[in-house]
């Protein structure tokens, strides 16, 4: 479907069918995508009071104290359609690092119990789009 600023560029088949476009604000859709690599840009972060790590970025990497079970990052990209994905990138004394909660704007990761040392690890937020397909109905 068409954004509301209408498409500036498209791609279509010989039959004219819309094979990808970009529209006004930047926003891109294609049916399938290819790429040598790819880059997030990364945003501000902060920690607050309670000690979570407020952002807006997508990717990052943080860091569980030794003395914590968990730490929580708020992020308003974070909804009801986002896959969260963690991987340790220290040592973890044999704990499995998860993501223990998610709500919107926000997910928590941590182990079950503390590690007793600390815990570095890369996290990506990754949206979901829901399509009539996706949602599990015949």
């Known amino acids: ?6 498409d500036l560029l498209s791609v279509r088949d010989a039959e004219g069918n819309v094979l990808g476009a970009v529209d006004a604000s930047g926003s ?4 399938n995508l290819e790429t040598g690599g790819i880059s997030i840009a990364s945003g501000a972060a902060e920690v ?25 990052i708020r992020n308003e990209n974070v909804t009801a359609n986002t896959l969260i994905y963690v ?3 220290t ?3 044999n704990r499995v ?6 709500g919107d704007g926000f997910f928590t990761v941590g182990f079950d119990t ?10 990506w937020i990754v949206g979901v789009a829901q399509t009539a397909s996706s949602t599990g109905g015949n």
Request: charged share 15%.
């Open 87 to 89: 991987t340790p990138t």
């Open 48 to 72: 607050n009071a309670q000690g979570e790590i407020v952002t807006n970025a997508t990717a990052g990497r943080a860091t569980l104290g030794a003395n914590r079970s968990d730490l929580t």
């Open 114 to 123: 503390t590690a007793g040392i600390n815990t570095t690890f890369n996290w």
């Open 97 to 102: 690092l998860f993501v223990k909660e998610t």
């Open 1 to 6: 479907q068409d954004s509301a600023f209408g």
């Open 91 to 93: 040592p973890t004394n």
């Open 28 to 31: 891109a859709r294609f049916a």
